[in-house]
């Protein structure tokens, strides 16, 4: 069965740090891009960024709202991928989930997606 | 960047309904676009890529069709659980981005 569990979530103060992991298994986790995407309560998904495979030099994008301040990253030994979440704003509050990500030419989607972790930037 | 306009944002259906989403987008995505439903408290879930391709055991009644900034979700007959948040989302070019979503509820 192909699943991604997260984990690393919790209460930190504004300008804090968070690391994030998601366990990738049940696929060959080296070959896929991972992305992140997250979801403020109440509100609708947001792409956070990405990390390509090695075969495209595990490059990584970034949304304009984190770049900077976020950094993608993975192990393929240990089939992880991390989200380094560096001076934490009130606004990153958020569920974040991590996604396998197809990229192909024609064909391109996010599945499967993990059951999300949940940040809360407060004082 | 390319923004997703998806509409309308609610919309309230019965069981056995006929509902159509739209999805526009600020520029052509060629068929860059896929579809997901997200149930309250889940993760969403993948239903259709490539505009208009199918999951795998997702049911037929989902379907989608369009190209380049116009894009429609169809769902025939609305079941029970199919009463859900629904979001387009366009992997054509960075930052890839997601419609702000059109929440079907129980009339």
């Known amino acids: 069965e192909i699943q991604l569990v997260e984990s690393g979530g919790g209460l930190v103060q504004p300008g804090g740090s968070l690391r994030l992991s998601c366990a990738a298994s049940g696929f060959t986790f080296s070959a896929y891009y991972m992305d992140w995407v997250r979801q403020a309560p109440g509100k609708g998904l947001e792409w956070v960024g990405r990390?390509?495979?090695?075969?495209?030099?595990?490059?990584?994008e970034y949304a304009a709202s984190v770049k900077g301040r976020f950094t993608i990253s993975r192990d393929d030994s240990e089939n992880s991928l991390y989200l380094q979440m560096n001076s934490l704003k009130t606004e990153d509050t958020a569920v974040y989930y991590c996604?396998?990500?197809?990229?192909?030419?024609?064909?391109?989607?996010?599945?499967?997606w993990g059951q999300g972790t949940l940040v809360t930037v407060s004082s | 960047d390319i923004q997703l306009t998806q509409s309308p944002s609610f919309l309230s259906a019965s069981v056995g309904d006929r509902v159509t989403i739209t999805c526009r987008a600020s520029?052509?995505?060629?068929?860059?676009l896929a579809w997901y439903q997200q149930k309250p408290g889940k993760a969403p879930k993948l239903l259709i890529f490539?505009?208009?391709t199918l999951q795998s055991g997702v049911p037929s009644r989902f379907s989608g069709s369009g190209s380049g900034t116009e894009f429609t979700l169809t769902i025939t007959s609305l079941q029970p659980e199919d009463f859900a948040t629904y979001y387009c989302q366009q992997l054509n070019s960075y930052p890839l981005t997601f419609g702000g979503g059109a929440k079907v509820e129980i009339k």
């Open positions: 520029q052509g995505i060629s068929s860059h």
């Open positions: 990390s390509t495979n090695k075969a495209n030099g595990y490059t990584t």
């Open positions: 996604a396998r990500g197809v990229t192909g030419i024609m064909n391109r989607w996010f599945d499967p």
């Open positions: 490539a505009a208009s």
